[in-house]
């Protein structure tokens, strides 16, 4: 056997022996001869660099050192999941589900494992990139980290695709975090706070040697990808089982809701068994079509619901009340508490939401209150312990008065909270305007963050988000923390930030009640911020899914004569306020004013292919088939209750080939 041959085989033969061990904890041979044919390997692979192999098995001690962790957009986003606390909510799910696809439907549920999400890249069999979920649209390359994690495959086995990607999540066992922290305390050091928060951390960790040596495991949930060779949920999980990847196993088919009922109850009682943290259940719809027939909203997939178990409650002294003013005005009260622990981090304040929920729950300064994590992420009061209320306490007296630049509140008819209305002079507003417009979803002005931000501000040189396309690298330099190196990116990140598009630009600008989705449904029909500008109520509202709400919002915005002033100023800059030449090109109105349908699965694009071409033609792309429906697109295996439905309402149902006719594609 030659040098390459002994190389491959024991690559081959460890890669067999780490599956064996860390994925099936099944371990063939022991530790020490583990390790004398890693040492063997790493021997032979440092003589003979001319077959190094970037997924060897020899990897897993890490190494390399990665100073800045590059942000990588998802090639398909990460969505959030909508979550549910009782038997009702995931009935009510399951109805909604009812409408919207044919056939039986079933569930598969899984374990909603606590650590940190990440998305893997296989090409050809090998581990190719590692991206944290980031703000779900983009994340950071964690590779080198990743790479460390025995469970993670970096060849695969068997029948897998020649490229996809798999999600899931990185934890962080108790029984090695209870471990690393007993390490930690005879060395002298602090104990980590959780084992959630230490997996995360561990990703960002510049030297992969470190990430080496915790006992990270990455348990997979998720294919994503083109055409797989895939028609379940659980098929892909068992799929991917016999690829290499490290499973639960914990994962059940449910044939009704109550089988999923009977899941969660077993789980809410036995979850303190298993070895890492888990918050609840994910179901799941099966079945991939009616997952792809069921769709997204703006945040989350329809097919797919988080049951999360009941919350950890405790109690715990309020010290004070203090309020806090938002970008938009809305004032948030907040309880200081004495810190406590809850569900394993230290809680030292809460939200109380508004005045009306302070006078629901009586709540004052001096209480002892009970104190739960609302879906264990936000810390809420839920109540107050009466019994060990002062009898001398005084009732809560919302204040009346902004706290920052005392202009007396205001508070609209049928609005919850109070607003101050000093738009251009309240510090916090401006500060919190203009980190809105350089976040992530909108401008992504790199090298430019919320601090950063405030420090402008507070030094007067600038006072909304206009003021950032005049800075010079010499006006930076001299603020704290500041170098020639940070303030040059910060310039080029602001100068970079003109090729944004429109949409994301006007997601920016801050206008109440225009978020992503509604953003792009406004740039879309409009294409212009002139012709935005000009619209009244009554054409806002012609628009799909813009409601009353949102029009007069839309049209106070652009009643300021500042933000009117503002505008005109970032049109001067060269700021992207009108859809570009390219993507008018790929949109016309041939379809205006037609709403479709699309069931079943299709050859010639894909269906999210064929949904953007209706919506880059004007037309709107509906879930659900109705009066108002004017076309259902149909392709292999269309429900037989959907074309009933559509036959019985005068619908008309057209092919694949007879659509992209319309559209002369």
Not at 204 to 222: I, N
Not at 348 to 357: C, E
Not at 410 to 423: F, I, K, M
Not at 430 to 459: C, P, W, Y
Request: aromatic fraction near 8%.
């Amino acid at each position: 056997m030659n040098i390459e041959q002994q190389i491959t085989s024991l690559r081959n033969e460890l890669r067999e022996h780490n599956y064996n061990y860390y994925v099936l904890d099944n371990p063939t041979i022991s530790d020490f001869e583990f390790d004398q044919k890693l040492k063997q390997l790493q021997d032979l692979e440092k003589a003979h660099p001319e077959f190094h192999d970037p997924n060897s098995p020899t990897l897993r001690v890490g190494g390399e050192i990665t100073k800045n962790f590059k942000t990588i957009p998802h090639t398909f986003r990460m969505y959030s999941l909508d979550n549910s606390y009782s038997k009702e909510d995931l009935e009510d799910w399951e109805k909604r589900i009812a409408k919207m696809v044919d056939g039986n439907v079933e569930f598969t549920c899984e374990l909603k494992y606590d650590g940190a999400s990440i998305s893997l890249t296989y090409e050809n069999g090998k581990l190719v990139k590692a991206v944290t979920r980031g703000d779900g649209f983009q994340g950071d390359d964690v590779t080198a980290n990743v790479k460390t994690i025995r469970s993670v495959p970096l060849q695969l086995k068997g029948d897998y695709p020649s490229l996809f990607e798999i999600r899931g999540e990185i934890v962080l066992p108790f029984e090695g975090f209870t471990k690393m922290n007993a390490e930690r305390v005879e060395a002298g050091e602090e104990p980590y706070r959780n084992p959630r928060n230490t997996a995360s951390g561990s990703l960002k960790l510049q030297d992969s040697a470190e990430v080496a040596k915790r006992p990270l495991e990455c348990l997979l949930y998720s294919l994503v990808g083109e055409r797989l060779p895939i028609k379940t949920q659980f098929e892909s999980l068992e799929k991917a089982r016999l690829w290499g990847f490290k499973v639960p196993n914990e994962a059940k088919l449910a044939k009704s809701l109550d089988e999923v009922l009977t899941f969660i109850n077993y789980w809410d009682i036995h979850r303190h068994e298993l070895p890492y943290e888990t918050d609840g259940v994910v179901v799941k719809v099966n079945n991939l079509q009616q997952q792809e027939e069921l769709g997204y909203t703006a945040k989350s997939p329809r097919w797919a619901m988080a049951y999360k178990f009941k919350a950890e409650q405790v109690s715990t002294v309020l010290n004070q009340i203090t309020y806090q003013v938002g970008r938009t005005g809305a004032i948030t009260p907040v309880a200081n508490l004495e810190a406590v622990e809850l569900a394993g981090t230290i809680v030292k304040r809460a939200s109380l939401h508004n005045a009306d929920q302070i006078e629901k729950l009586d709540v004052r300064e001096g209480d002892t209150v009970f104190v739960e994590k609302g879906g264990e992420i936000i810390p809420k009061i839920i109540g107050v312990d009466f019994t060990k209320r002062d009898p001398n306490s005084q009732s809560t007296q919302y204040i009346i008065e902004c706290p920052e630049c005392s202009t007396p509140l205001v508070r609209t008819e049928g609005e919850a909270q109070h607003y101050c209305p000093n738009t251009e002079g309240c510090p916090p507003q401006i500060i919190g305007r203009i980190q809105h417009f350089i976040s992530r979803k909108a401008m992504d002005i790199e090298g430019l963050g919320g601090e950063t931000v405030a420090l402008l501000v507070n030094n007067g040189l600038i006072n909304n988000y206009a003021d950032l396309y005049l800075l010079k690298a010499e006006q930076i330099i001299p603020l704290e923390r500041m170098a020639q190196k940070s303030a040059e990116n910060i310039v080029n990140g602001i100068e970079a930030s003109k090729q944004i598009p429109f949409e994301r630009v006007l997601f920016g600008l801050g206008i109440r009640y225009v978020g992503e989705t509604v953003a792009k449904k406004l740039t879309k029909h409009y294409k212009t911020i002139d012709a935005l500008i000009n619209a009244s109520e009554a054409d806002l509202v012609t628009v799909d899914e813009i409601g009353e709400r949102i029009a007069q919002s839309v049209v106070s915005f652009f009643a300021s004569e500042e933000n009117l002033t503002t505008i005109e100023r970032l049109k001067s800059y060269g700021v992207q306020l009108e859809i570009s030449a390219d993507e008018l090109a790929n949109q016309t109105d041939t379809l205006s004013g037609q709403i479709f349908v699309v069931s079943g699965v299709f050859t010639k694009v894909s269906r999210n292919e064929l949904k953007k071409l209706i919506e880059d033609n004007g037309g709107k792309v509906s879930s659900a088939i109705s009066s108002k429906t004017n076309f259902v697109v149909a392709g292999d295996n269309m429900g037989p209750s959907k074309r009933t439905k559509a036959e019985n309402l005068g619908v008309a149902i057209i092919s694949e080939d007879e659509f992209l006719e319309m559209i002369n594609f």
